[in-house]
């Protein structure tokens, strides 16, 4: 959704905050804005990205040691350079930058017009400073009481931070439903909403939790009340984050850097959690929760996007290994269909950023169902993570590029760990399966790295296929969720329509589509249902598709009738989805590259979806 960045501090605050921003981007890109306090409080803001914005300002004047900046995705109102934060109040005396919806701001708005406040946007953020510029001004009041009755006026998610002329060394950072860090440096502080524009500056930060309002004042130490105004702690977390992991260290793209990470994503992933010598899969963060787990009547995963893929994979996982039945929902469905869930039902949630939206509102609907909630998400310190009862963090470092790659890999490489635990502890599993797979899960590093070698094979197919307006992507069993991350992947960056389907679906509609101008995508390896993906994949060549296969290395019945074959090593059938994957990620990539797509900022998407 949209990135926050503040400074105050004694170092100049422009370049920290354009630099934030820049950091910030994959966040929402479609305006960008700043506002620094000198005196008075110079705003500048356009539509476009942050380089835009630097542009827009080079001969402007930055002058000053506090102020807020925004990169935004739009929700209410389009992008344009009036719609774009930091939005001023209407005395032009306090200044604000938003991440959230404020579902409540039509009445908001319309008991602001009446007392005559000019509105010069269409956001929901104006109605919010105006509110809190009236409250100060009606009420008698200082600014973060203003702040904190305003914020008991609003429904909805916030993640604001406010700038005031009559206060010029105090930042008021407020948060509920979307993530605000505040990083704690030597006389200076940093809020942001996460931690991207802080690492190089400080290790030390707070995360803000709901309803949390943070008083930073220049010289004074962090001060945290929650809007009803209790005093709270301010506990400092220690940021694992090395500089390095958030660049892009020498590739043309994050995604294609996040793709060639996987090998030691994974590893880092597994890293203390496997013992191949010992024959144990231990994940600590859910040691408490294993016979919970072991004995719920069912698995509810919940998650959006790629991660809902993930959570596919995992139903496949889960029941083959450890016998428990399990539903994969999207959380945006699942929050709002008065599902049954029970005491004992156990739910997952999986998210990268730790912060969608839905999946954090499905995750308070279960629990308040009494289930037990285990996490599976990437952004340590988030608000998932905070929320579940237990979990696992994926450890797959920040992952920058809109389109999810190594945070995909990494969920289904914790799903893995997590049914073959709970199959051990069951008993559902036989010793030599166990110790088959996690022998070969530990060598999966080493077979991912291996499978990126079909970089160059890949490039000659994107060539071919670089204009095609549609493709259809088909796998079977734990294929069918590859099939599917392989098609969003493709939609995401290259905007070409493709769909994943499960193979012998097919027949039942997407057929139809099939001429000699379809590309049909085939994971087609060599376990299982081998023989039948082989009928589908000669359903297809009756019709003049053109198939791209995704084959076990040394395969000869599928060479002999697809087009075009790329080989992946040979592994345990339940490991196929992370080195297939692979693959798939690098199509997509190369072929929006040839279509001079943007990458890791895509049209529309946002990395972290903190709306509804
Ligand atoms: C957005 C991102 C996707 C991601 C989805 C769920 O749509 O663009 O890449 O899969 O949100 O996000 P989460 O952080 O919960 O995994």
Not at 208 to 213: Q, R
Request: overall charge negative; charged content about 25%.
């Amino acid at each position: 959704m949209c990135g926050i960045v503040a400074y105050v501090g004694p170092k100049q605050a422009y370049p920290i905050l354009i630099k934030g921003l820049y950091r910030l981007e994959y966040r929402g890109y479609d305006s960008a804005g700043i506002a620094i306090l000198n005196g008075d409080i110079k705003l500048y803001k356009t539509k476009g990205k942050v380089l835009e914005l630097e542009n827009f300002v080079k001969d402007k004047d930055v002058e000053g040691t506090i102020g807020i900046a925004h990169t935004r995705w739009a929700t209410h109102g389009e992008p344009n350079d009036a719609n774009a934060h930091p939005h001023f109040s209407n005395s032009k005396k306090l200044a604000i930058i938003h991440n959230g919806i404020i579902e409540n701001y039509a009445t908001l708005r319309e008991e602001l017009l009446t007392r005559g406040y000019v509105f010069r946007s269409n956001t929901d953020t104006e109605v919010l400073v105006h509110l809190i510029e009236d409250i100060r001004i009606n009420e008698k009041v200082d600014l973060v009481k203003a702040v904190q009755l305003a914020l008991n006026q609003v429904i909805g998610a916030y993640a604001i931070v406010i700038i005031s002329k009559e206060d010029p060394d105090l930042l008021i950072a407020a948060r509920k439903g979307s993530p605000l860090v505040i990083g704690i440096g030597e006389n200076e502080t940093f809020v942001a909403s996460d931690a991207t524009p802080i690492v190089e500056y400080t290790k030390n930060v707070v995360y803000l939790n709901d309803e949390e309002i943070a008083i930073i004042r220049r010289g004074e130490k962090l001060k945290i009340k929650t809007i009803k105004d209790i005093n709270k702690t301010p506990y400092i977390h220690k940021l694992e984050v090395n500089l390095s992991a958030i660049e892009k260290g020498g590739f043309d793209h994050f995604m294609l850097k996040e793709i060639y990470e996987q090998p030691r994503s994974i590893g880092d992933c597994m890293r203390g959690r496997l013992n191949t010598e010992q024959g144990i899969v231990s994940l600590g963060g859910i040691l408490d929760y294993v016979e919970r787990i072991k004995n719920a009547e069912r698995i509810i995963i919940i998650a959006c996007g790629t991660s809902w893929h993930a959570g596919l994979v995992g139903e496949y996982l889960f029941e083959e290994l450890a016998r428990i039945p399990v539903e994969v929902e999207y959380a945006s469905e699942f929050r709002y269909r008065n599902p049954v869930i029970r005491e004992n039902d156990v739910v997952i949630a999986i998210s990268q950023s730790g912060e969608t939206a839905d999946t954090l509102a499905a995750i308070e609907l279960a629990k308040s169902k009494g289930a037990t909630i285990i996490g599976i998400c990437n952004v340590v310190g988030s608000s998932i993570p905070r929320t579940t009862h237990a979990g696992s963090y994926t450890h797959a470092g920040p992952e920058i590029g809109v389109a999810s790659t190594k945070a995909f890999t990494a969920q289904v490489t914790i799903l893995t760990l997590m049914a073959l635990m709970i199959a051990d502890k069951k008993g559902s599993i036989s010793k030599s399966r166990y110790h088959q797979i996690i022998n070969e899960l530990e060598m999966i590093p080493s077979k991912v790295e291996k499978t990126l070698k079909v970089n160059d094979e890949i490039i000659r197919i994107a060539k071919l296929f670089k204009d095609s307006r549609n493709f259809l992507y088909l796998g079977r069993g734990l294929n069918f969720p590859v099939a599917l991350e392989g098609a969003l992947k493709l939609k995401e960056i290259s905007y070409i329509h493709a769909e994943g389907y499960p193979a012998a679906e097919m027949k039942h509609g997407p057929i139809a589509l099939i001429d000699e101008e379809m590309p049909v995508v085939v994971i087609a390896t060599n376990q299982g249902v081998y023989e039948k993906i082989i009928s589908n994949i000669e359903e297809v060549k009756a019709r003049k598709g053109k198939i791209i296969a995704i084959v076990t290395e040394g395969d000869k019945s599928v060479r002999n009738i697809a087009d075009y074959v790329i080989e992946i090593p040979d592994t345990d059938e339940l490991l196929v989805p992370l080195l297939a994957t692979i693959p798939l990620q690098l199509l997509s990539y190369h072929i929006a590259v040839l279509r001079g797509c943007n990458i890791d900022q895509p049209r529309n998407l946002a990395k972290s979806v903190t709306v509804e």
